[in-house]
């Protein structure tokens, strides 16, 4: 089954799983889900290919459209330092620390960052999602890192 | 120490849970049509301006000449070939520059989307790198495919008859080869030429002036034709030789002036000067032309019949000259090569051969003419000096409406694949 339907049945069921990822990579509720459709939609010329195993490929467009559209964007958007008003401490203070630090971080470092420690790929596999080659995913991850680590979260452990 | 993957794993738990998201798979398959839609529409485009710039750079001709060649450089070819039909004209790629010959060749011209006409039209080829172009020569008379066309012994200019109507002739044209400016002669007497000798047009050895025969009264009556040299700068008439006589004058040619026979008597007359002289000889005369020193001689000759081959005398002097057979029929004297080389033409065959006027021999220049060439090339006479050069083979461009044709059929393809298409999506909808 290849269909419309095999498509529903995927939806439903990784829907989740693919807006957690698209909230970390957007930082925002409503560019995940917007990042989420567009991934599905992009997903659906391809689907007949695609269907036994979507997964890779799904997240594949999620990243990259990440990245994409934050360089479509950034043109006709002011981009702020200041995030909404948060609870100071406990542990949605760190989210809100984790948050801040990860939209200080050019899209490509956040995607790395994501896919390699959210998602658990490889180098590799990080590389070939994005596009670029294993050699810039390492020298991305150290930099995001390093800069992770200059914004408080110097208890976190790769 | 937590570490990262938790910390984000817990960041993520803030995700939303995402509401209903309806029609994506038909989204989907709408965008990716409209995306289909559009790659076929930009490769249709980029297809058609493909194949047109590659067939406009088929067809585009070489830049213009530059207007001052050094004269050595300027070359006559063995081959005359004439453009393809489908050649540009000087009203598209502009002056040609100094052209070796002229002559006539068939041309095609379109007619609405698929007819084509063929007519015969003046062409030249250049002097400087051999290509071959149309003449579009204004007040030509196209529908008869019968040109009384001339060239300038320096090659820069092209004499014509021009025509009002199907037989009605107003005057003469000079063409420009450098600056493609066209000079209109006219008798200011006579708004409509007539008793013409449209076979006795040729310029002076000094490509200043264009020779007519014509009757400067209007009278189509015999003993009424002046030889008339036409000024081309300043577009003024002057008889060099006044009516009277029954027969037509048969001009020749010379290093400068105008040379021309009556039986057995040749003339020279100088426009700047005035000046005129006249030589006697033993045979009448049909053709005689002075070496460029002024002082060598070639006469082609009357023979004893109509039928018979006409003698070739030439000589380093007018009194001194010597009967030469040159294994062809001595019907054109074309120029000269040197003050002691003439060269000459059988206009049956072409073939050409170049006399040496102090021991008679003879020798072949090879030259050949191919293609459909309604007359035999006049060439620019001064450029016999030069080394002859084999000619170039002119492109082949084809007809302008192919372009048209292609995307035509290109369209007709997309619409059908595009009907098709759509005919199967619904047959499995």
Redesign the interface.
């Known amino acids: 089954m290849s269909g419309p339907d095999s498509f529903e049945e995927y939806v439903a069921a990784r829907r989740g799983t693919l807006l957690r990822t698209a909230y970390l990579l957007t930082g925002s509720h409503d560019d995940a889900e917007d990042l989420v459709q567009v991934a599905l939609i992009k997903a659906v010329p391809h689907w007949k290919r695609i269907a036994d195993h979507p997964e890779p490929y799904v997240r594949k467009i999620l990243a990259r459209e990440s990245v994409s559209r934050w360089r479509r964007r950034r043109w006709r958007e002011l981009p702020s330092d200041d995030l909404p008003e948060t609870p100071v401490d406990g542990p949605a203070a760190e989210r809100v620390e984790l948050q801040r630090a990860l939209a200080r971080l050019a899209p490509r470092q956040r995607a790395v960052i994501v896919l390699r420690y959210y998602e658990d790929l490889t180098e590799v596999e990080t590389a070939r999602v994005l596009g670029i080659s294993v050699g810039t995913v390492k020298s991305q991850a150290r930099d995001a890192l390093t800069r992770l680590r200059a914004d408080a979260l110097a208890t976190v452990s790769p | 120490?937590?570490?990262?993957?938790d910390?984000?794993?817990?960041?993520?738990?803030?995700?939303?849970?995402?509401?209903a998201?309806p029609d994506?798979?038909s989204?989907?398959?709408r965008?990716?049509r409209r995306r289909r839609a559009v790659g076929a529409a930009a490769a249709l485009v980029v297809g058609l301006v493909g194949v047109t710039g590659v067939l406009a750079g088929l067809r585009s001709d070489p830049a213009p000449q530059p207007a001052q060649v050094p004269f050595e450089q300027l070359h006559l070819p063995r081959t005359a070939y004439p453009p393809s039909p489908w050649a540009a004209g000087t009203d598209e790629t502009g002056a040609p520059g100094r052209l070796a010959f002229v002559s006539v060749a068939e041309r095609n011209q379109t007619r609405g989307v698929r007819e084509t006409t063929q007519l015969f039209q003046p062409f030249g080829m250049s002097a400087v790198d051999g290509s071959s172009v149309f003449l579009d020569l204004p007040d030509t008379r196209t529908e008869l495919g019968f040109y009384a066309l001339t060239l300038s012994p320096d090659g820069t200019k092209v004499g014509y008859v021009r025509y009002a109507g199907r037989n009605r002739i107003k005057g003469w044209g000079v063409y420009d080869t450098i600056t493609g400016r066209t000079t209109m002669l006219r008798d200011p007497d006579m708004a409509r030429i007539r008793n013409e000798e449209t076979s006795g047009l040729a310029f002076s050895g000094d490509s200043r002036y264009l020779e007519t025969v014509y009757s400067l009264t209007g009278s189509k009556a015999s003993r009424q034709k002046s030889l008339v040299l036409w000024d081309v700068r300043s577009g003024q008439p002057l008889e060099a030789e006044p009516a009277g006589h029954y027969w037509q004058p048969n001009l020749g040619s010379g290093p400068s002036g105008t040379v021309w026979s009556r039986h057995s008597t040749t003339f020279t007359f100088e426009p700047d000067t005035g000046a005129t002289t006249s030589v006697d000889t033993p045979f009448r005369v049909v053709e005689a032309s002075v070496a460029p020193d002024g002082r060598g001689r070639a006469f082609v000759a009357f023979g004893p019949t109509d039928r018979a081959s006409r003698p070739l005398y030439v000589g380093t002097r007018a009194n001194d000259l010597m009967r030469v057979l040159v294994g062809v029929d001595a019907d054109d004297l074309l120029g000269w090569s040197d003050a002691e080389h003439v060269v000459v033409r059988q206009l049956r065959t072409g073939e050409t051969v170049e006399v040496d006027i102090t021991t008679g021999r003879a020798t072949s220049l090879g030259l050949d003419v191919t293609g459909r060439q309604m007359v035999r090339p006049t060439y620019a006479a001064d450029l016999w000096a030069n080394p002859l050069v084999a000619g170039e083979r002119p492109p082949d461009p084809h007809d302008p409406r192919l372009p048209a044709w292609i995307a035509a059929g290109v369209a007709a393809v997309v619409a059908l694949a595009g009907f098709v298409a759509r005919r199967r999506r619904r047959v499995r909808a």
């Open positions: 120490m937590t570490t990262l993957h910390r984000l794993a817990d960041l993520a738990d803030q995700a939303p849970v995402g509401g998201a994506l798979w989204r989907g398959v965008r990716h």
